[in-house]
């Protein structure tokens, strides 16, 4: 018994008078990236369209456009969205999501020019593309077009809208 009492006061000793050689507290640092910034640099027109409830409009990713809309119209574009602000070498991911506008629907769908390593991919409707940019940060030119229905007959020479979200999130 007097060994386990004398070995645990020298183990209670040894721990007590045991001392750091120093201690030293230090930061880790770092800096918040800035949250991109988007622009619609060309504004999505599919021109004239037919006043007729269910009248369907479609443009291609070379902005042409099909259906009941007049394809020979000055003002048709192709709808351009630049992101910029974006970090070198970076995955990110972009979606556009639509709602109905009050008289027309507009289902976009998109290809990205400008990531690094051929991910000019194309997405539709709700569709998401995920994507690295290059090694210079480099805008993202986002090319937009789609489908526009009318919802309810229009009045003849009035100009509708429907609205569509573009989102880029960091991965």
């Keep these: 018994m007097n060994k386990f009492k004398l070995a645990a006061l ?3 000793t040894l721990v007590s008078s ?18 991109a910034s988007i622009a619609n640099s060309t504004a999505i ?4 369209v037919q006043v ?7 443009m291609d990713d070379a902005g042409a456009v099909t259906g009941a809309c007049d394809a020979s119209a000055a003002e048709i574009a192709l709808g351009q969205v630049d ?12 979606e556009l999501t639509f709602s109905a506008g009050t008289n027309v629907t507009f289902v976009p769908s998109f290809d990205i020019n400008n990531a690094a390593a051929a991910s000019d991919g194309h997405a539709s409707a709700d569709g998401a593309i995920s994507v690295t940019t290059d090694g210079s940060g480099s805008d993202l030119l986002i090319d ?3 489908q526009l229905t009318v919802n309810n007959t229009l009045t003849p020479g009035a100009d509708e809208t429907a609205p569509y979200t573009v ?3 960091f991965q």
């Design 83 to 94: 992101v910029t602000g974006l970090l070198p070498n970076t995955g990110v991911t972009v």
């Design 52 to 58: 007729a409830s269910g009248s369907v409009c479609t």
């Design 18 to 35: 045991a001392s750091f050689a120093a201690s030293e507290t230090f930061d880790a640092n770092v800096t918040a990236a800035a949250d």
């Design 45 to 48: 027109d599919f021109g004239t």
């Design 10 to 12: 020298v183990t209670a």
């Design 167 to 169: 989102e880029v999130l």
């Design 144 to 146: 937009v077009y789609g």
